[in-house]
Nanobody
Framework: QVRLLESGGGSVQAGGSLRLSCVASGSIMQFFGMAWWRQTPGTQREQVAAFTFDGTTLYLPSVRGRFTISRDNAKRTVDLQMNSLKPDDTARYYC????????????WGQGTQVTVSS
């Protein structure tokens, strides 16, 4: 089974940038797409950005224009470039693969923590 490892989190001030990376242990092309989610304590995980291999890209409205999801199929990586960060972006970020019905395809990894201070 493919495993995912997230990295790149950290602490930044509002307005700063971070680039998150997700490395898969196997090919990501076997899935319908890939996505990033985030979660804060006591809340449900929410999908932040996603792409499907048939060409669809989706963003949470609150991050559209600030975050960009990208991939490198050969390197089996999915990145999330986050610019103009806000304190509300503080969360633990996770990546996962997508099934055709947009449900998650793999067990969740450990994620990477992003903390944005005002």
């Amino acid at each position: 089974q493919v495993r995912l490892l997230e990295s790149g989190g950290g602490s930044v001030q509002a307005g700063g940038s971070l680039r998150l990376s997700c490395v898969a242990s196997g090919s990501i092309m076997q899935f319908f797409g890939m996505a990033w989610w985030r979660q804060t304590p006591g809340t449900q995980r929410e999908q932040v950005a996603a792409f499907t291999f048939d060409g669809t890209t989706l963003y949470l409205p609150s991050v559209r224009g600030r975050f960009t999801i990208s991939r490198d199929n050969a390197k089996r990586t999915v990145d999330l470039q986050m610019n103009s960060l806000k304190p509300d972006d503080t969360a633990r970020y996770y990546c996962n693969a997508l099934n055709k019905d947009m449900t998650t395809a793999l067990p969740w990894g450990q994620g990477t923590q992003v903390t944005v201070s005002s």
